[in-house]
Every structure is written in structure tokens, then in C-alpha cells.
């Protein structure tokens, strides 16, 4: 018996989400497997050196990035999921459809890798004030520019800057793979964002700007919360103090 599509694609006066259709495409493309990356081919984490006081220490410092990481990509499956639920155009579904996998995905890496590096450390509660904020706006237009135009745009730099700090690591390949991943997702939200706010009113700009206001402080806060714990060299507080994912 022939069936109809689920989801109707019209293509009259959608022109202006081309931009979201094709990181749709893109993220498809990029898709990975946990599977692939090099278990038991590489270290987890970074090798310590030194005294056993100092390589414990220094586990534990990778033991807090990897649970940071770890939470801040639970906490996206749940925004993710969120913006997949409410937004109202087809083309932002399929979209979002794609970054709830992502955002699994990445969380089941993690998981392995936090198993592998000896287990999880304390929770960041810094991250949890950031996902309620978001989880808990008002609009889809706020969702959007924190989750994606914000979140997305700084973990960037942070999983580089890990990268850079655990060379010759499963960690590295990780987070290669995920700044390539939230590249998409942030591509996307501006694209969304755009499509949105041609038809928001003041009141709605202004939303933007107030979420912002009430999102930096608390996103400094966990940063010199972050960087204040870090007692080993300069590259492990830098890894410490910045996302991302």
C-alpha cells in the first residue's frame, strides 16, 4: 500500500531556508561512528609524568574536563531534543532530527572514554545554571541563539584547545570530530536564527539581548570557578576554564 511522506516539503516560498537545509545535508555527510575512533590504539587521555602525586593529579584534572564534557553534551541531548519538539518548520526538524543524534552520539563517546580514563569526577553545577537557562526560555528564537549561536560557537575553541593539549590521544580524535561537529550545529542555528528574527518583533530582539545579559554572568562565574581548581601548568588551566559541547 502506498504511503505519503510523513513531513511535506513545499518548496514555494521556503527559499530562505537554504541555509538550514543545507547543513541538513552537511551533517549527514559528517556523520561518524563512535566505533571509529582509534580504541586501544592510542592512550585515552594524556600520560602523566613525574611523581605518582603529580600523575594522579593530573588524571584528575583530565577526569574533570572529560566529565565536564561528558554533562555539557547530556544536558545538549536534552536542549537538542527540545528544539527538535517545538520548532514549527519542517526544515528545522529534519535539521534538528540530526543534532539530537549528534549530541548522542557524542555523549556515548564520552561515556566510553570517561570509563576509560578511570571514571567520572564532580559535576560542573555552573553547567546545569547554563542548560536551565536555555531549557527554561521562553522563546524558540532565545533557545536557539543560546543552544546554538552562543553554546555552539565557544565549544568550538575549547575542544581545540583540548586537542592541542592531549596530542597522540583518543581525547584528540574526539575532539576533533566534535568541533567539526558543532561547527554544523552553530551554522545551522545562525541560518535558523536568521529565518526567525525576519519576522520577530522588538519585543523578541530585546529578548535576545536580556538572555545574554542574564547568560554571562553565569557563564563567567564558571570559568574562574574552573580556573581557580586547576592547579597543574598553564595548558591544563586553559583546558579547565573554557567551554563547549
Known amino acids: 500500500m502506498a504511503t505519503g511522506q510523513l513531513i511535506e516539503m513545499p518548496a514555494e516560498g521556503r527559499e530562505a531556508f537554504g541555509g538550514v ?22 592512550p585515552p587521555i594524556p600520560e602523566g609524568k ?8 593530573r588524571n584528575d584534572m583530565w577526569r574533570s574536563v572529560l566529565t565536564q564534557q561528558l554533562q555539557a553534551d547530556m544536558l545538549a541531548c536534552d536542549m537538542s531534543s527540545q528544539l527538535l519538539n517545538i520548532a514549527p518548520d519542517h526544515e528545522a526538524k529534519l535539521y534538528y532530527a540530526t543534532m539530537v543524534q549528534d549530541e548522542s552520539r557524542h555523549t556515548e563517546a564520552w561515556l566510553k572514554l570517561v570509563g576509560e580514563a578511570g571514571g567520572t569526577a564532580e559535576r560542573d553545577p555552573h553547567l546545569d545554571n547554563l542548560a536551565h537557562m536555555t531549557l527554561e526560555a521562553d522563546t524558540l528564537e532565545e533557545k536557539v541563539f543560546l543552544m546554538q549561536v552562543f553554546y555552539e560557537r565557544l565549544i568550538i575553541s575549547r575542544f581545540r584547545l583540548i586537542a592541542r593539549s592531549a596530542r597522540g590521544t583518543v581525547l584528540e580524535d574526539l575532539c576533533h570530530r566534535l568541533a567539526t561537529d558543532d561547527g554544523i550545529h552553530h551554522g545551522a542555528g545562525m541560518a535558523y536564527e536568521r529565518v526567525l528574527l525576519q519576522a520577530a518583533d522588538k519585543k523578541t530582539k530585546q529578548r535576545l539581548v536580556d538572555a545574554a545579559n542574564r547568560l554571562l554572568p553565569e557563564f563567567a562565574a564558571r570559568r574562574r570557578a574552573s580556573e581557580g581548581g586547576s592547579r597543574d601548568r598553564g595548558a591544563a588551566r586553559g583546558v579547565a576554564g573554557s567551554r563547549r559541547r
Request: hydrophobic residues 35%; aromatic residues 14%.
Open 21 to 42: 537545509l543545507r547543513f541538513y545535508d552537511l551533517a549527514k555527510r559528517q556523520e561518524w561512528q563512535v566505533k571509529d575512533l582509534p580504541w586501544g590504539e592510542l
Open 50 to 57: 613525574g611523581s605518582p602525586e603529580r600523575v594522579a593529579r
